[in-house]
């Protein structure tokens, strides 16, 4: 993955998927660009707004990939059925996991396309980054990210959420995504503002340390 462009000063999602068009390849031909963040900080949302920018651009979302036994475990699984026929040209066949049955579906099918969104916990993880052609980050901090998804999800989901967090905490600790974004998004009451991330800063005055919180403004 090599940063492809810093966005201008206002930059729109539109302007974003214009930007994501022009740029080569990553995946065979696909263009897959990851969409990274704290568990309710919004990525189906924007993602779901990106590709509709992108004429309706595919978005695997890593809920059908995750399991409840493996929540960050499912490197292997993405690979083989997703990354490995999408970087042939051919078109993927992955098994989405249904949370209320507990067990996987059907295979469904993924075409090759363009652009190809990857929207989920983990889409920025070391194994996927060389087949990224961009990776965003959803600017919000995890513990406002955290009790925004439990009070969409409810008393419900509570059990979930306790067990969550923690693991949430681990993989962030033991494979970083924030700082190797290039784009951070942030969500405004109308819109979204799109800014350079760390890998797109980094160079001989900016440094990228490991961790998934913005800096402490001071």
């Known amino acids: 993955m090599n940063a492809p462009f810093r966005p201008a000063?206002?930059?729109?999602?539109r302007d974003l998927a214009c930007r994501i068009r022009r740029l080569p390849p990553s995946c065979g031909p696909?263009?897959?660009?990851?969409?990274?963040g704290h568990a309710g900080s919004g990525k189906s949302t924007f993602s779901?707004?990106?590709?509709?920018?992108?004429?309706g651009a595919p978005v695997l979302r890593l809920d059908d990939?995750?399991?409840?036994?493996?929540?960050f475990d499912w490197t292997g699984r993405l690979l083989d059925q997703v990354i490995?026929?999408?970087?042939?040209?051919r078109t993927a066949h992955y098994a989405p996991y249904d949370w209320r049955a507990?067990?996987?579906g059907p295979p469904r099918p993924l075409p090759p396309a363009p652009v190809i969104l990857l929207e989920g916990v983990g889409s920025g993880r070391r194994a996927l980054r060389p087949r990224l052609v961009l990776l965003l980050w959803m600017e919000l901090p995890r513990e406002e990210a955290w009790a925004r998804g439990r009070s969409r999800d409810g008393e419900e989901q509570r059990g979930f959420w306790n067990g969550w967090i923690p693991a949430?905490?681990?993989h962030f600790a033991d494979d970083p995504s924030r700082p190797f974004a290039y784009l951070l998004v942030r969500q405004r009451k109308a819109g979204y503002e799109v800014l350079a991330g760390?890998?797109?800063t980094a160079g001989p005055d900016h440094s990228v340390t490991q961790g998934d919180e913005p800096p402490a403004v001071r």
């Open 9 to 13: 000063p206002g930059s729109s999602v």
């Open 30 to 36: 696909v263009r897959l660009v990851g969409v990274d």
């Open 48 to 55: 779901g707004e990106l590709a509709g920018e992108l004429g």
């Open 65 to 71: 990939i995750a399991s409840h036994d493996e929540l």
């Open 84 to 89: 490995e026929p999408l970087s042939h040209g």
């Open 102 to 104: 507990r067990r996987f």
């Open 168 to 170: 949430e905490r681990r």
């Open 198 to 200: 760390p890998a797109g």
